[in-house]
């Protein structure tokens, strides 16, 4: 697989294939959009006020966003070639997230600091008559939990699921219990008046306190902060099987992922998602912000610690992606798990044999956790330190958690030979600087869906920081292929992924892919082939 990789790279390169060469900022924003393959057909850009969050209903052939303000904005895409920007709806806080299912539209927001409640609105949508703009009702109003990050119908569009993350204050002296609140709609939704929607709902929130916390920890699971366990554990990001039944939770900063019984409204288990060992080939990385590309084995461990996650369902069997983005805790006054190699050798325990003076001055500047320490070694010290996040796709089974499949370092080695100017570099403000990303968290997976182009099945993995998406034919799931990437450095940042299926598309016979950049704030979509 990795041999065929590197062929088709070649053949790129040896076809005169362009990337950037000027490096200032007006060159860098001029730059030529860069390829791997052609899945992915960029059809059009709106500038946005903002762009993460988006979600798509079919029959109003409209888009609805959200980030971050207190606004969710909408485009009518009956021609998604020049979209149009149509009604906004003002929210009750800072919006995180929206899905859509039928005529209902949810909406999560924040309240003003991350410790505080939240909110849900749920609106109904009537599609435009000609002329007009689309209505918009609100139906109900709820205040579910703290900090809700994420919002999802199951798709039956029976129930609600929040990822209500809960993060701590800066002094830790309010520290909200997370969960996954559950919110049943009434019967026939979309019948029901407004007056009684909200009678007819339920919601339960699902906790973490009966947990055994020992077993998960002695497993895996990371206890970050200074808090019981169970409210370390903060919820990220929701995935619903197809048939409603089970979802999944990310829990980033604590590298796991919950397993829920949506029938049963239950945590049934929670998952650790493991390390990727950086020491082993295939899984090679660059730790060093010098400004040159220098991917290779060392020995680092890197916590998942999956953002965004997916799944599918094949032959009966469940499949979740992540993008393993990586969380260190650092922006707490009390408490952080970040550290650095030269901090962990002065205190004499790291191996010496491994971390010899070359190695060290490698690792100088990767930032490390300081409460992933090895298992004792006898005879010696340490023969690893773990970093944040793995630059990597994984694929787990659904039901066991079991890790099934790694990109390893697929991605960084692609980037490095189609667009070696933007090799790990922080998009964020648009100017270039090469490896400026390397002792972080490199190119940073952020998102990743999963999505069917007639018997081709895809995974879409957006990367934050180097600003492009990346597709894996996930076909055959014993062998994913790494078939395209895209970048245009005009979109940055891309946060939220949205697939459109050809049978749902406002372009007739064509599947969508929706991307919402953050950075540039941008909302670009795709044809997908």
């Known amino acids: 697989m990795k041999k065929s990789i590197a062929i088709f790279l070649s053949l790129l390169l040896g076809a005169g294939f362009c990337f950037a060469k000027k490096k200032d900022a007006k060159a860098v924003l001029n730059a030529k959009p860069v390829q791997?393959?052609?899945?992915?057909?960029?059809?059009?850009?709106?500038?946005?006020?903002?762009?993460?969050?988006?979600?798509?209903?079919?029959?109003?052939?409209?888009?609805?966003?959200?980030?971050?303000?207190?606004?969710?904005?909408?485009?009518?895409?009956?021609?998604?070639?020049?979209?149009?920007?149509?009604?906004?709806?003002?929210?009750?806080?800072?919006?995180?997230?929206?899905?859509?299912?039928?005529?209902?539209?949810?909406?999560?927001?924040?309240?003003?600091r991350d410790c505080d409640t939240g909110f849900v609105e749920i609106f109904k949508v009537d599609p435009p008559k000609e002329g007009k703009l689309l209505a918009i009702k609100k139906m109900a109003e709820f205040r579910p939990c703290s900090q809700p990050d994420m919002i999802t119908f199951t798709p039956d569009g029976k129930k609600l699921l929040v990822a209500c993350e809960a993060s701590p204050s800066p002094d830790f002296s309010e520290d909200p219990a997370g969960g996954i609140a559950i919110l049943t709609l009434p019967e026939n939704a979309p019948a029901v008046s407004a007056a009684d929607f909200a009678k007819s709902m339920k919601l339960n929130v699902l906790g973490f306190e009966s947990l055994d916390s020992t077993a998960l920890m002695k497993a895996g699971v990371r206890r970050v902060g200074v808090s019981p366990f169970y409210k370390t554990l903060e919820p990220e990001y929701i995935t619903v099987s197809e048939d409603s039944r089970v979802a999944w939770v990310s829990l980033q900063e604590n590298n796991a992922m919950a397993r829920v019984d949506v029938a049963a409204e239950k945590i049934t288990d929670v998952f650790a998602l493991g390390k990727s060992d950086h020491s082993k080939p295939g899984f090679a990385m660059d730790v060093k912000s010098d400004g040159e590309i220098n991917i290779e084995n060392v020995p680092v461990r890197g916590l998942r610690q999956p953002d965004g996650i997916s799944n599918v369902t094949v032959g009966g069997k469940n499949y979740v992606f992540t993008a393993n983005e990586g969380a260190p805790v650092n922006d707490y006054k009390e408490w952080t798990d970040e550290t650095s190699v030269p901090m962990i050798a002065e205190q004499g325990s790291l191996d010496p044999k491994v971390f010899d003076a070359t190695t060290l001055s490698k690792l100088h500047n990767l930032t490390v956790s300081r409460i992933d320490a090895c298992p004792e070694v006898k005879g010696g010290g340490c023969p690893y330190v773990t970093s944040f996040g793995t630059r990597s796709m994984s694929i787990f089974d659904g039901t066991s958690g079991k890790l099934l499949w790694d990109s390893g370092d697929q991605l960084e080695q692609a980037i490095s030979k189609i667009a070696p100017d933007f090799f790990n570099w922080n998009s964020k403000k648009?100017?270039?600087?090469?490896?400026?990303?390397?002792?972080?968290?490199?190119?940073?997976?952020?998102?990743?869906t999963v999505g069917k182009v007639g018997d081709k099945r895809y995974a879409f993995v957006g990367l934050e920081r180097t600003s492009g998406v990346a597709v894996f034919d996930v076909s055959d799931m014993n062998a994913p292929r790494l078939v395209d990437y895209y970048l245009d450095v005009k979109d940055r940042g891309p946060e939220g992924i949205l697939f459109v299926p050809a049978e749902k598309s406002p372009l007739a016979g064509a599947a969508l892919l929706i991307v919402g950049y953050e950075y540039s704030k941008t909302l670009t979509i795709y044809t997908v082939k």
């Open 36 to 112: 791997l393959g052609s899945v992915l057909q960029p059809l059009s850009t709106t500038a946005m006020e903002t762009a993460e969050i988006s979600a798509y209903m079919p029959q109003a052939k409209s888009l609805f966003v959200v980030a971050g303000i207190k606004k969710m904005e909408s485009l009518d895409l009956t021609d998604p070639v020049h979209p149009k920007k149509g009604v906004a709806v003002t929210l009750l806080g800072n919006g995180s997230s929206v899905t859509a299912n039928g005529d209902l539209l949810a909406v999560s927001s924040l309240g003003e």
């Open 430 to 448: 648009g100017k270039l600087k090469k490896d400026a990303r390397s002792a972080d968290k490199g190119c940073e997976p952020e998102n990743v």
